[in-house]
Structures are given as C-alpha cells and as structure tokens.
T-cell receptor, first 111, second 111 residues
Framework: EAQVTQNPRYLITVTGKKLTVTCSQN?????MSWYRQDPGLGLRQIYY???????DKGDVPEGYKVSRKEKRNFPLILESPSPNQTSLYFC??????????FGDGTRLSIL | AQSVAQPEDQVNVAEGNPLTVKCTYS??????LFWYVQYPNRGLQFLLK??????LVKGSYGFEAEFNKSQTSFHLKKPSALVSDSALYFC?????????FGSGTKLNVKP
C-alpha cells in the first residue's frame, strides 16, 4: 500500500530537549516536504527536498532542521524545541509538481 | 509575496443543495492549483488539480473546480452536497518548487 509514515503520532516533551520526527515514503517520490498546521493559519511549509541531499527552506524554517540522506526518508529535527513549536506536523511526498501524499500527522506539545 | 486566501472560515449547506468553497490566490507566473480535504485526525487527501487546459476541472467524489485566470480564483464546487462531505477543505498553490496553502474552510452539510 502506498503510504507516508510518520512517527511518533503524539509527543509531549519539554523546552530544549532535542527531538526528531521521522518520515518515510514507499512510493519512490523525489519531492518531500514538512508542514505545520495551526488554527486559522492553514498549513505552512517548513522545509522541502527535491531529491537526495537537496533541501531548501519553506516559509517557516526557523528552529527546524531536515536531512535527506536516502530517497525514502526525510526526518524533521528540532534541536532546541520551544513552546511556540507546539503544533500539528505533516510530512508529504510526491513527484515534482504533482499532488502530495500526506502522512497522518504528528501532534507535538512542548511544555 | 505568494499567498492563498480562503475568505470563509465555515460554509453551511443543506444536503442535496449545491456547494461552493472559495479560493483566490496571488502568485507570480503560472502556478499549479490544488484542492485537498482533511477529515478529523487524518492527513490531507487530494481532490483535484489544475495545471492547464479546460477551466472546469473534475475530481474525486463528484467535486469540481472552476479556474478563473482574470479573477485569480479556483473555487471548489459540487452540484449536490452529502452529509459525508462535511470536512475541512484546503486550497493550495504550487509555484517555484514550493507549496502555499490557504487557511482552510470548514464545510458543514446538514441533513
């Protein structure tokens, strides 16, 4: 089954404790992306990757890092999380310029 | 600056009546346009896209969208709403390798 898998689905943590949200896709897609969803703001793109070792900033990259060492994986790293990064996060993948396939989301709470 | 606007936070319609969810955009160049639907606790699901060609695009579950270049709009429509259409709908634009999403419109279809 074609899917985008994110882990964990839920995480409660504390300010400053490094965390990683994993994302994996099994569709051999070149384009992968991370978004955060906040009420009234819709989805905002954090980072995207056009292919292995090619990443670029989206609209809200501050406080986040990503890497793309393999085509299927695109982890999101928060080196020093802060409460304003409490949000619902989505990973997505597609071929370039095609509709994105989304994971089921990660609800992150930072205390 | 690139932006997507969904002017209505919520749309209420009776089952069997036609529905319209509005979207306007402000981007340079010739963007790709998309509509997605989100059900509770799930990721976004692709409904339809416009790249070029006919201004009326047909998509999944009986939805269609009308592209209007002069008004920079891409409104989502359905001739006869179902209660099961109740969900959160997002308009999105792909331009220069990035995705831009609207703030979302909650569609309520009442029996």
């Amino acid at each position: 089954e074609a899917q985008v898998t994110q882990n964990p689905r839920y995480l409660i943590t504390v300010t400053g404790k490094k965390l990683t949200v994993t994302c994996s896709q099994n569709m051999n897609h070149e384009y992968m992306s991370w978004y955060r969803q906040d009420p009234g703001l819709g989805l905002r793109q954090i980072y995207y990757s056009m292919n292995v070792e090619v990443t670029d900033k989206g609209d809200v990259p501050e406080g986040y890092k990503v890497s793309r060492k393999e085509k299927r994986n695109f982890p999101l790293i928060l080196e020093s999380p802060s409460p304003n990064q409490t949000s619902l996060y989505f990973c997505a993948s597609s071929q370039p310029r095609q509709p994105q396939h989304f994971g089921d989301g990660t609800r992150l709470s930072i205390l | 600056a690139q932006s997507v606007a969904q002017p209505e936070d919520q749309v209420n319609v009776a089952e069997g009546n036609p529905l319209t969810v509005k979207c306007t955009y402000s981007v340079s160049g010739n963007p790709y346009l998309f509509w997605y639907v989100q059900y509770p606790n799930r990721g976004l699901q692709f409904l339809l896209k416009y790249i070029t060609g006919d201004n009326l695009v047909k998509g999944s579950y009986g939805f269609e969208a009308e592209f209007n270049k002069s008004q920079t709009s891409f409104h989502l429509k359905k001739p006869s709403a179902l209660v099961s259409d109740s969900a959160l709908y997002f308009c999105a634009v792909y331009n220069f390798n990035k995705f831009y999403f609207g703030s979302g419109t909650k569609l309520n279809v009442k029996p």
